[in-house]
């Protein structure tokens, strides 16, 4: 038996936005296993459960030292007798029944196969599902007609699945802010998402483009997506107004600047580096830029090739790779956002994430503070304005939140 007086009880703030989560934190186990629990009641299309998983995993990843007895969650938020089931479980017997049963479940793991296919949701998995569909082959051999999207995430599969690197986002970087720059010079990049929160590893890279001259960044979008594409850069795109339509946040989304946000959906065709030529070869130049042609970096990168799925570097003997089984080049997701300047923080801050941190900050908005954030706006509805801000400490200020750096927005 504990003695009660002696259980350190742990106590957090009830939202997210409130507390300061770092990358590492001190109950991997118990939030990796109620994050599971939400990725599959997110993959059942539920998503009002995925949110309470979430949220009670957050809940563990900010407590300051490890979980060792239930009476030390007394009075935690977010912790529903679900979850509090599931921790009990792991702390008694080392794994949680539920967990384990979810996992070898079938149709979690068809559901997450296919979802897994860039452009496919949780609904038409769960429809192909019904059609007898669980594996990647036979969706292949099914004849379902797929839209653009799925073509090239089932073709890029693999590579999608590959976690990208820190040193891979940054020199994408370097191919974004170079053609941002070709295109409109002045205007900048910022790496935004998981990578911006301190994360080595990312399922994509996010960038979010802007001019410090308000309305210079209008049109900006097709120019640098044209650009990209005439040095062979894309292996896909989708480009579109950005439909960030929450329909609680009501105003948040000042009307006259809607056509002004816009998002690209992309594959990047990144060639990988390979240390060895590059010794071969010279060094790069400092700024990485001035590669002789013939190097094959992914920055002098041009595309000769009609068929963009073809790297055009292969055209040198040295880069035959492909002949040797060896592809030299890999497929990434890139996200890129284009923001005017007055609305910069509030995308800067909406884009970097984690996704659960952005949901609280709605929430306590609303809830809290009868304000309406999005990534465009804050509105105040009891002044029944628009409070404008120049950095995220601002918007912090006006939300009456303490502010959190990217790297403890990890939620
Ligand atoms: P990752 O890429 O798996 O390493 O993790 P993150 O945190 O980079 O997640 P990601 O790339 O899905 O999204 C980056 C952030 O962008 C995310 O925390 C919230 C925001 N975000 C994602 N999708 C949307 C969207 O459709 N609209 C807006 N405004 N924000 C979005
Ligand atoms: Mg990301």
Known sequence: ????????????????????????????????ALSLLAENAELEDED???????????????????????????????????????????????TSSEVEATKQSERYKALKVLTGIFGVGAKTA?????DGIHTLQQLRDSGHTLNRAQQAGLEHYEDLHQQVTKAEADTIGEIVERAVVSVLPGAQVVLTGGFRRGKLTGHDVDFLI???????EEGLMPKVVSWLESQGFLLY?????????????????????????????????????????????????????????DTCSSLTHVQTDPNPATP??????????????????RAVRVDLVVSPISQFAFALLGWTGSKLFERELRRWAGYEKAMSLSSHALYDNNQSRYLRATSEEEIFAHLGLEYIPPSERNA
């Open 312 to 329: 055009s570097c292969a055209k040198g003997q040295i880069h035959s790779g492909e002949d040797t089984g060896h592809r030299l080049w």
């Open 210 to 216: 802007t001019h410090p001259v308000e309305g210079r």
């Open 126 to 130: 769960a429809r192909w599902i019904r």
């Open 48 to 94: 009002g459960r995925g949110v309470a998983f979430r949220r009670a995993a957050a809940v563990l990843k900010a407590l300051p030292k490890p979980v060792t007895s239930m009476m030390q969650l007394r009075g935690l938020p977010c912790l529903g007798d679900h979850c509090l089931r599931v921790i009990k479980d792991i702390l008694e017997t080392g």
């Open 237 to 293: 795109q989708k480009t579109t107004r950005n439909s960030y339509l929450e329909s609680n946040d009501g105003p948040a989304r000042p009307a006259s600047n809607i056509d002004r946000f816009e998002r690209c959906l992309s594959i990047f065709k990144l060639i990988k580096e390979d240390k060895h030529e590059t010794k071969q070869l010279g060094k790069l130049s400092e700024n990485g830029l001035e590669t002789p042609e």
């Open 1 to 32: 038996l504990v003695d009660e007086t002696e259980v350190e009880v742990f106590s957090v703030p009830s939202y997210a936005c409130q507390r300061r989560t770092t990358l590492d934190n001190h109950n991997n186990v118990l939030a990796h």
